[in-house]
């Protein structure tokens, strides 16, 4: 390294000294890139990695050749780390480049560096050659584009150093369970990146691009390393900035809109600034447009090819996406373009030819200077008027120690959770920024900064708004500015240390890119006068702008707020000093805004609001519409507009603002003791009128009934209903009349999206009691009307259902005991006025077409979790068909898909008249089934036929494309494991059957996985708030989430507390070996017997036969298992909660459906739970082949563990008939109680069954479809006809069956 060249300079002669020739170190850079953006829209190369994939499937590009020469007895694998390939196979890197040049015809290309740091290289532990990464990678890319401009001069091409992401974040928490917690800091990013920036510079880079920016702050540290790295070396690059925006949100993965990030990164002066990666051109079309309306420097584009496909894929071809990035050139929105993921050379040179026939995006004007913060969402300050129409910037104050009690306590108890409630309400309130200060004498002010800012900008309702950071210390500002991806004020710096550590200050505070409040301080202390105030913000200005070339828009002088109304006659003026000063700095400071802390003023006044908010409503107008102030630390909520003020008041808060009179304190002394006893006589009740802030409580029965309903509250249900009641003429208005209306509005706010699952099935509980306490009432009621008639009362049809919008059957099939699915949609059905008759699990053909007669229903709905229930769904269409029913028929379940209700059922069982339709969701439910019984279900149904009928043709279309192996073939490519190098695990501790019957459900709580608890009831977050816990803070979602994840955990320490579930399981391990024809794996009951070649059982296994365009193996389970000669061992387990369908019956006779649904729901993450504990005894107990494993909960769910537990019925083997062979292996059955059905559903439902594979180089794959020759074979193998045996492999034949 010591000899490299870093001195890329070109012979000043070597071309010519006018545009479009360039010379590097004679011509400027940026003046070139100014004059090429200006006069064509200038081509960027396209994606690196597709392009190494795409060399990996022509040639060997293997963990050996990733190694080369140089790295090949390197410690870890190293495979994948594309950036090594500079080094160790420089020619790939080389060839990759010069095709972009060549074929693609790029301007510019990136150097092959995205995660050329220490950080992300931890990875492969080769954070010690981060240097020469860059430097190798750019070194490359200079060779390739000077090589290629020699052949044409007239066309230079530059060398983009890229700048990664890495591969932590800023901004957000690794631990679910800290939101503080951070895996790296801002220092350490600047760190590595400035490292990065010095390899790519040497290497020859001409321009640095921080691309890929999910966090932004993460982009801040590496701008912040550019700008250290320019300073230091004095050159001039120019730099480009790329944002990534995750989804059709529009955010980043921290949660930052597009113009909040540009807003973050503007200070740095990029040249260009652009979005790439995640979407496709079409997608991104939104954003682009609007990022183009704020950006006021070039502007750039490098999509992927379209939105990945299953597979992981694009299938964008270059003609497409030359098309879908035309509309950026027809609207001029570009200077740039070029491509990311999945785009190749021809894709580049595509869009080259596309937007050569458009002009660049034309610069846009210079405007009026702005201060432009940012939280997750952008503020440009001039733009903003307050919640009373005034052209001012609220600074919520509510987070200041100073400025709140409550706020101190917290700080003071460590209670940041609560802490962050007051800040969530500033904002509701009306406030702009959030003012965060920890100051005091008892608390690290220091570490309580960091916290609050690391939690706060986890929370979307708080960080959405910019943070104003505030301190008496210098260096806590400096902490938690650190801490903030958006563009924040810093609160304060001042004269009073001195010149030059003001301008040191203002320095670094200007390298963050953050605003900063000024104080009217010097070195001979506060300006209270008039003059004073304006000196000495003058004099800060002229340093600040002059020397230090702060944006005069980024300063924010505070001319100090200072209190009248103290009875001492030099303070009187104060108020009149601070107004008039404002209007003079403003002239004499141009572009600069004007704050204070506006309770200072009438401080001397505090404990009576009224009076307070009084004087400040007269100060602000005043200092406001006529000086320009813009910016004030208030409170909000308490805010008066001066129209409100009563006459005497008013007239005597000008007086004492204005200094109008010698008495103007003594009358509002006078007024606030007024005010005093008013507040004292109203707290005793007496007196003045105490207001009482009404309650929904308050209301007639009927409005309290429908409030009940509309939020889900039970507690008042039967008062409620009595009182209703004892008014209506009849109880069965009160059903007409309040409960539907309450349940109509439930419905409508459902299905616009406004109410979640969890809130309407609440609601359903508090409509079933309310019908409950009525029954009585109405049956006595329809008895008396009949003996009046003198008819005998038991002639009475008990179930009438007229008055329902429609009668619905929901059945789950014969042989599947899964139900909470249908249980959600007979809710949301019934919360919409249908009658719904569920009549339950395992029903067979027979049963449901006869009940679906008994009451005449209008729609028929089947429900399946498991795969056989999909043949029985077409057993029951084929039924329905033959016995002439005509009612629509309803698809829904886990298993079930849109597919394969075209395919399979709704060609035995769909006219205009009854269609067979998929419903994926209960959200989904009311819309088909109010389709299908009004006026529109023609419309409705042809559209659903016509998806159909394109549907079975792609599929059917699909199957002739898809090319099989052979069987032969498959198993001759099959996954070989050399169990010499890497033997099978050492045997179990115990050999044989263990039950497992003293796990305790408190056990296996850390071990819950609660995202599929989330979807259960159709909860899912939007990016950044996936996931638990996540989803917490959705913004649309995560309310309701957190008060459902609430209940769940009382209901589940209440099942705990009471032992209402329990679990218990069985463990089978066994000495076991694959067999001859490596297809199947034979178990031993001992080792003698696998000695003797007496075989327990035999478990088959199905092989991938789908061709590959990858020379992967093509799997079976068998291969994971060593061969005869080998001691190897299987283990299996069956796991289930008992005690949850007498919960459902309890909760059923109580009217419950909430704590019904909510019972299962937890009963399947109980179970699922168990499952992940018992694998984890097994590999460190009764297995023990992984005794010294640590890992967290969390790792474990990320399946970070050796080998795997693949379960019958799922992808790596999906037959569910093997479950008989492991119940026989383990006797399931007689010693842990679960059943299996004729279906082989288990029983109880909260059931989970798993082989246990122990092999490090087990791992899972999906079958996939299947050809008959291996079905065949399978049937033989297993003993069983060919016809039984295509039933049940029906979900995964290529063929269809006789």
């Not at 080769?126 to 020699?150: F, H, I, K, P, S």
């Not at 059917?956 to 052979?966: I, K, M, V």
């Not at 033989?1276 to 060919?1282: H, Q, S």
């Amino acid at each position: 390294i010591q000899d490299q060249n870093i001195d890329f300079a070109q012979p000043e002669d070597l071309y010519p000294k006018s545009f479009p020739h360039f010379v590097r170190g004679r011509d400027s850079a940026r003046e070139y890139i100014t004059s090429l953006f200006t006069s064509q829209i200038a081509i960027y190369d396209g994606a690196m990695g597709t392009m190494i994939q795409n060399y990996s499937k022509r040639n060997k590009l293997e963990e050996e050749e990733y190694r080369g020469e140089r790295f090949k007895d390197w410690t870890c694998n190293v495979k994948g780390n594309n950036d090594m390939l500079s080094i160790s196979q420089p020619h790939v890197i080389s060839g990759i480049y010069k095709q972009y040049l060549e074929e693609g015809g790029s301007n510019m290309i990136g150097t092959n560096t995205f995660s050329s740091t220490t950080i992300a290289m931890g990875d492969y532990e080769m954070e010690d050659y981060a240097y020469e990464l860059n430097y190798e990678g750019a070194r490359l890319a200079r060779e390739a584009c000077d090589e290629v401009t020699a052949k044409d001069p007239t066309k230079p091409r530059f060398v983009v150093g890229a700048i990664g992401p890495t591969n932590r974040t800023g901004s957000i928490s690794p631990s679910v369970e800290d939101p503080a917690a951070r895996n790296v800091d801002f220092d350490e990013l600047v760190e590595t990146y400035f490292e990065q920036i010095v390899g790519l510079m040497d290497g020859g880079s001409d321009i640095l691009m921080v691309e890929t920016i999910f966090d932004t702050l993460n982009a801040k540290a590496a701008l912040y390393a550019v700008g250290e790295y320019l300073e230091f070396s004095g050159l001039d690059v120019p730099v480009f900035v790329s944002g990534t925006l995750v989804d059709q949100s529009g955010r980043t993965l921290s949660g930052q809109t597009g113009e909040a990030f540009y807003a973050s990164i503007r200070h740095s002066k990029p040249m260009c600034v652009g979005l790439n990666c995640a979407l496709g051109a079409s997608h991104m079309t939104p954003f682009v447009e609007r990022l183009s309306k704020v950006v006021e420097c070039f502007m750039h584009v490098y999509s992927n090819a379209g939105l990945p496909n299953a597979m992981g894929g694009y299938d964008e071809t270059p003609v497409d996406m030359a098309n879908h990035n035309q509309v950026f050139f027809e609207n001029g929105w570009l200077n740039m373009v070029g491509g990311c993921c999945g785009s190749t050379p021809p894709h580049i040179k595509a869009i080259r030819e596309m937007s050569a026939n458009y002009k660049p995006r034309k610069l846009p004007d210079v405007g009026r200077p702005k201060m432009w913060l940012s939280g997750l969402e952008d503020l440009v300050v001039d733009d903003v008027h307050n919640h009373l129409g005034l052209p001012f910037l609220n600074i919520g104050e509510r987070c200041n120690i100073s400025g709140s009690l409550k706020f101190k306590k917290l700080m003071m108890k460590g209670d940041y959770g609560t802490a962050m409630d007051i800040a969530k309400k500033q904002v509701e309130d009306g406030a702009h920024v959030i003012d965060i200060n920890v100051d005091d004498g008892m608390l690290d002010g220091l570490a309580a900064m960091q916290k609050f800012v690391k939690i706060a900008v986890t929370e979307p309702e708080v960080s959405k708004v910019p943070f104003m950071l505030d301190a008496s210390k210098f260096d806590i500002v400096v902490a938690g500015m650190k801490w903030c991806q958006g563009k924040s004020i810093i609160n304060s710096i001042s004269l009073k240390v001195g010149e030059e550590l003001f301008k040191e200050h203002a320095t670094l505070i200007k390298k963050h890119g953050a605003a900063v409040v000024v104080m009217a301080f010097d070195e001979d202390g506060q300006a209270a006068t008039e003059e004073e105030k304006v000196r000495i913000c003058k004099r800060s200005y002229d340093i600040l702008v002059n020397e230090v070339k702060f944006p005069p828009e980024d300063i924010i002088f505070d001319p100090n707020v200072l209190t009248i109304g103290t009875g001492m006659e030099e303070h009187n003026n104060y108020g009149v000093d601070f107004i008039k000063a404002t209007k003079r700095i403003k002239e004499e400071c141009p572009y600069v805004k004007i704050s204070g802390g506006i309770s200072n003023l009438s401080f001397g006044f505090r404990g009576v609001t009224k009076i307070r908010e009084s004087i400040h409503s007269v100060f602000l107008q005043h200092a406001i519409l006529e000086s320009g102030m813009d910016v004030g630390i208030v409170n909000a909520k308490e805010m008066y507009h001066i129209s409100e003020l009563e006459t005497e008041v008013l007239k005597a808060s000008e007086d004492l603002v204005f200094n109008k009179s010698e008495n103007a304190t003594e009358v509002m002394l006078v007024l606030t003791q007024k005010e005093k006893k008013a507040i004292e006589l109203r707290k005793k009740g007496g007196g003045a009128v105490q207001v009482k802030e009404k309650s929904w409580r308050d209301q007639s029965a009927i409005k309290r009934l429908e409030h009940s309903l509309i939020n889900g509250i039970s507690e008042f249900v039967d008062k409620d209903v009595e009182e209703a009641r004892q008014s209506a003429e009849k109880p069965l208005h009160v059903i007409e009349g309040p409960l539907m209306d309450g349940m109509n509005v439930v419905g409508d706010l459902f299905g616009s999206g406004k109410m979640f699952l969890p809130q309407v099935i609440k609601s359903a509980r508090v409509m079933k009691k309310a019908v409950a306490y009525l029954l009585p009432f109405m049956e006595e009621e329809k008895k008396q009307n009949l003996l009046a008639k003198g008819l005998d009362p038991n002639d009475f049809d008990d179930n009438d259902d007229s008055n329902f919008a429609g009668k619905v059957l929901m059945a789950t099939v014969k042989g599947d005991v899964h139900d909470i699915g249908k249980n959600i949609v007979s809710v949301v059905l019934g919360c919409n006025n249908y009658k719904v008759y569920d009549i339950g699990v395992m029903c067979s053909c027979e049963k449901i077409l006869e009940k679906a007669k008994e009451y005449d229903v209008d729609v028929i709905g089947l429900s399946g979790l498991i795969t056989p229930s999909l043949d029985e769904m077409v057993v029951v269409a084929k039924e329905m068909s033959k016995a002439g029913f005509k009612q629509p028929l309803l698809i829904g379940g886990a298993t079930t898909s849109k597919m394969h209700t075209a395919v399979k059922i709704s060609p035995n069982f769909f006219t205009m008249e009854h269609p067979s339709i998929h419903v994926l969701d209960a959200s989904r439910s009311v819309t088909v089934v109010s389709s299908l019984l009004r006026e529109n279900k023609e419309d409705f149904v042809t559209d659903i036929m016509e998806e159909y009928e394109e549907m079975r043709e792609d599929y059917y279309a699909g199957l002739e494309d898809r090319y099989f192996l052979t069987y032969e073939q498959a198993k001759q490519q099959k996954f070989k494991i050399d169990f010499d190098a890497v033997p099978p695990p050492p045997a179990p501790k115990k050999i044989g059957i263990t039950v497992i019957d003293s796990v305790k459900i408190a056990d296996v709580v850390p071990y819950i996985d609660w995202n599929p608890f989330f979807q259960t009831w159709e909860l899912r977050g939007r990016y950044p708030n996936r996931g638990y816990p996540k989803i917490f803070n959705d913004e649309s979602v995560g309310g309701e989430a957190k008060k459902l994840f609430d209940d769940a955990e009382a209901m589940m320490h209440k099942i705990i507390a009471d032992g209402s579930m329990t679990l218990k399981g069985v463990v089978g391990l066994f000495p076991a070996n694959r067999s001859a024809d490596g297809e199947d794996v034979h178990v031993y009951e001992s080792e003698e017997d696998r000695e003797s070649g007496k075989i327990l059982s035999t478990f088959c296994m199905l092989r991938q036969q789908a061709e590959k365009e990858s020379e992967d193996p093509y799997f079976s389970q068998a291969d994971f298992i060593a061969p005869a000669g080998y001691k190897d061992n299987l283990g299996m387990f069956a796991v289930s909660c008992f005690g949850c369908d007498e919960l459902v019956k309890k909760y059923e006779a109580e009217n419950d459906d909430y704590s019904k649904i909510m019972s299962q729901s937890l009963a399947d993450r109980f179970v699922e739970a168990f499952a992940e504990y018992l694998h984890r005894e097994i590999r460190t107990d009764l297995w023990g082949y992984a005794a010294d494993e640590n890992l967290d909960e969390s790792d474990l769910l990320k399946i970070k563990y050796d080998g795997i537990r693949p379960a019958p019925g799922y992808p790596s083997q999906p037959d569910h008939t093997e479950k008989t062979t492991m119940w026989q292996t383990i006797k399931a059955t007689e010693l842990a109680g679960i059943e299996l059905s004729e279906s082989l559903s288990m029983m109880p439902a909260a059931s989970v069954s798993a082989l246990v594979f122990a092999h490090p180089e087990s791992q899972y794959f999906a079958v996939g479809q299947i050809a008959k020759e291996q079905v065949e074979s399978y049937a033989k193998r297993k003993t069983y006809d060919l016809e039984k045996m295509e039933r049940w492999l029906s979900p995964i034949l290529n063929y269809e069956r006789d």
